[in-house]
């Protein structure tokens, strides 16, 4: 009985030991961020507070990152909206964690597919024991005549 006992807690040890996600716990909150727009020239065309971003992990162990409360404008006319990336990949690199695309991200604004939206020079991390959020990434669209970088920083909603 006593070898049963020491087996068990030698795997409960070596299982506590696993720090493969030791700065990142899915589902284990949500941050609230600034959000900074630039165009291409570097001016800044938007600053806001008050965006929450979620980072969810997925039934396929992908992760989908969420940012509510988000106006890209100072527009009166720009509905506040609800974006998506989906299936991102995570991983651990000097007590930081990375997020990453894991191909094309096709952008869900409100629940639905933005194909012709297009997500490029996506870096997200997380940093300080999950306490602070940062996320950039640039959106074109040539119907639109769309070309902006999208920064956001936050902490840790306690």
């Known amino acids: 009985m006593k070898k049963l006992l020491f087996l068990l807690l030698a795997a ?32 800044v065309t938007n600053q806001t507070s008050g965006v929450i971003c979620n980072l969810t ?21 720009e509905p506040v909206k609800t974006i998506v990336f989906p299936k991102l990949s995570r991983h651990n690199d000097d007590g930081s964690t990375i ?21 490029s020079n996506f870096a997200c991390e997380v940093t300080d024991n999950a306490e602070k959020f940062h996320l950039v990434f640039t959106c074109t669209n040539p119907t639109y005549h769309l070309n902006h970088t999208a920064e956001f920083n936050g902490t840790l909603i306690k």
């Open 12 to 43: 409960a040890t070596v299982t506590a030991c696993d720090n493969d996600d030791e700065n990142f716990n899915p589902d284990s909150g949500s941050y609230t961020c600034t959000l900074k727009v630039t165009d291409t020239a570097g001016d």
């Open 57 to 77: 992990e997925q039934p396929d162990k992908s992760v989908a990152l969420t940012m509510k409360n988000v106006k890209f404008t100072d527009n009166p006319r």
């Open 99 to 119: 997020f990453e695309s894991t191909g094309a991200i096709i952008p869900e604004i409100d629940d639905a597919p933005y194909e012709d939206y297009v997500i």
